[in-house]
């Protein structure tokens, strides 16, 4: 953001670290705030994790905040809702986010160590009721052992019609379907 002008939109928590490493353009909000930034609206929802930030050597994680994710929605036409759970497990209330938001896409972590892992992933996506999940948080180190196609054949056992879509390192995909 300090590089390219991009806004970091964060909890107040994290707003203040990042103004403290001279990070200009935030705006902090909070669980259940929406803003809107061009033609995207971004609000901002629950998450089930912890918030730590590491904050120089030899010193403990200091507190971060609430721990988030978010809900986009896209311009008129550009597809629609897309849920980013952030690190978490999954929790009931992501039904809430369904029937609130509509979510099409979700972008959610499967490591099963410090996230959820494939298994709670699935289940997730069918509280979510989202035609797409896009894993993250995978196979970047060993204990993050999760799989894509272990959470395909979660999917796969649950009956839900999600595909899990993977996205490489420099990739993209269109957000409509």
């Known amino acids: 953001a300090a590089e390219t002008g991009a806004t970091v939109v964060c909890v107040p928590e994290m707003a203040a670290y990042f103004a403290s490493v001279g990070v200009e353009n935030i705006v902090e909000m909070n669980k259940g705030g929406t803003i809107k930034i061009n033609e995207v609206s971004i609000t901002m929802v629950t998450a089930d994790h912890s918030c730590g930030l590491a904050v120089g050597e030899n010193v403990p994680n200091a507190y971060g905040g609430n721990p988030v994710g978010f809900v986009v929605g896209l311009p008129s036409g550009e597809g629609g809702p897309i849920y980013i759970s952030g690190d978490t497990n999954v929790f009931g209330d992501m039904a809430l986010i369904r029937e609130l938001y509509a979510p099409e ?73």
């Open 105 to 177: 896409i979700a972008f959610m972590p499967i490591d099963g160590h410090y996230n959820m892992g494939p298994r709670e992933a699935a289940y997730a996506v069918n509280l979510l009721g989202v035609d797409r999940v896009v894993p993250y948080h995978f196979g970047t180190f060993p204990i993050l052992a999760g799989t894509p196609d272990e959470l395909r054949s979660y999917l796969d056992a649950s009956a839900s019609k999600a595909t899990a879509v993977v996205i490489e390192p420099g990739q993209s995909m269109p957000l409509l379907a």
